[in-house]
Every structure is written in C-alpha cells, then in structure tokens.
C-alpha cells in the first residue's frame, strides 16, 4: 500500500512550525520585525478580494499589490544575514508599498494614512544603540509623505466618491489596528529588555 496522504492538520501543524523556526530570533526587535513581517506577507495575497468587495470589477488594480508579499517573506531570511539589513528593509518595504498602493489607487483612498504606522514601526525596531538608525528611519515616512504629496493621485481607475469613501475607511482601520498591534510587540520588546535586567 502506498503512503496516505498527512491529514490538514498535520500539514498545518508542520507548516506552523517551519514559520516558528523560519522567523525566531534571540533579539526581541528582529523577532517583532519577522513577526509583523510574517503577518504583512499573509494579508498580502487578500488585498484584492477586499477591494473587490468595496470597488466590485475595478478591483483588478490591487492584484499587483498582492505579489507584495513576497518581498516581507523574505524579511526573516534577510535579518539571518544582517538583524540591522532586515529591519531596515522591513521599513523601507512597507513605504514602498503605502506609495505603490497610493499611487493604484488615488490619494483620495487614504492609503496614505498607512505612512502613520510605517514610522511607529521604525521607531520600535531599533535600540538606544541604533538610534540614529531609527531616526533616519523614522523620519523616511514623513519624508516620503511630504514629497509625493499630490504627485501620486494618478490611478488607473477612478472610482466613485462612495468606492473612495469605503476605500478610505479600509485603510484608516488598518492604520489603526496595526498600531494596536505593533503597540503589543512593542509591550513584548519592553518585557524581554526588564527581563534581562534582573
């Protein structure tokens, strides 16, 4: 008899345990960094299903959007080789893409907003002895906000003041909700840094 085939659970059982061990780390930054990054990478590829949700057959200008995901999967392999590389990757990835996402869907999407918790995740990335990192880093999303500033409503679609009212109420949930969750990373960062000091 051939082998049968591993029940779902056990296959999601050993892919669980691969991405445990894919995005460890000893250091509770670069932890956080492959944890959000591991999350950024999952929602990725559901993008376009939430736009075609709120904008129905317009929703193809996010597909490009989804392969996005890829480039935050690779965050974890990228801090194997260099913790301070992958977390500044992590940041200059996650501007990237707030621009790419304006840029096909219009500055009235308020995908923009999303600059907000790009900076609250390079402040949180890095430690006193990286600060100056973490300002340049920081300061990329503000820079980058004030630069492209009316230079990016230049979608392929436009959409309906409705579609971009919703579309607008996406983004400024998922702003929020991420700083939620970075503000309990960052909780566990401060945990492990008293920790280590008693």
């Known amino acids: 008899m051939g082998r049968e085939p591993l029940p779902a659970a056990a296959v999601g059982a050993v892919v669980f345990r691969w991405l445990r061990a894919y995005t460890a780390s000893d250091d509770p930054h670069v932890s ?97 002895r990286e600060r100056f990192v973490m300002l340049a880093m920081a300061s990329l999303p503000l820079a980058t906000w004030l630069l492209t500033r009316g230079r990016l409503d230049i979608p392929p679609v436009r959409f309906s003041a409705e579609v971009y009212a919703s579309l607008f109420t996406l983004n400024a949930v998922s702003a929020g909700l991420l700083m939620v969750f970075f503000g309990w990373l960052l909780a566990g960062i401060s945990r492990c840094a008293e920790g280590r000091k008693r």
């Open 32 to 128: 956080a960094c492959n944890t959000i990054a591991m999350v950024i990478a999952w929602n990725q590829p559901y993008y376009p299903l939430y736009l075609w949700w709120i904008a129905g057959h317009d929703a193809w200008v996010g597909i490009p959007d989804a392969f996005s995901g890829i480039l935050f999967f690779a965050i974890p392999a990228i801090a194997r080789r260099s913790s301070l590389l992958g977390r500044i990757a992590m940041v200059v990835f996650s501007v990237a893409n707030v621009v790419f996402c304006s840029m096909m869907l219009g500055e009235r999407a308020g995908a923009q907003l999303l600059f907000l918790p790009c900076g609250m995740l390079a402040a949180m990335l890095f430690a006193w």
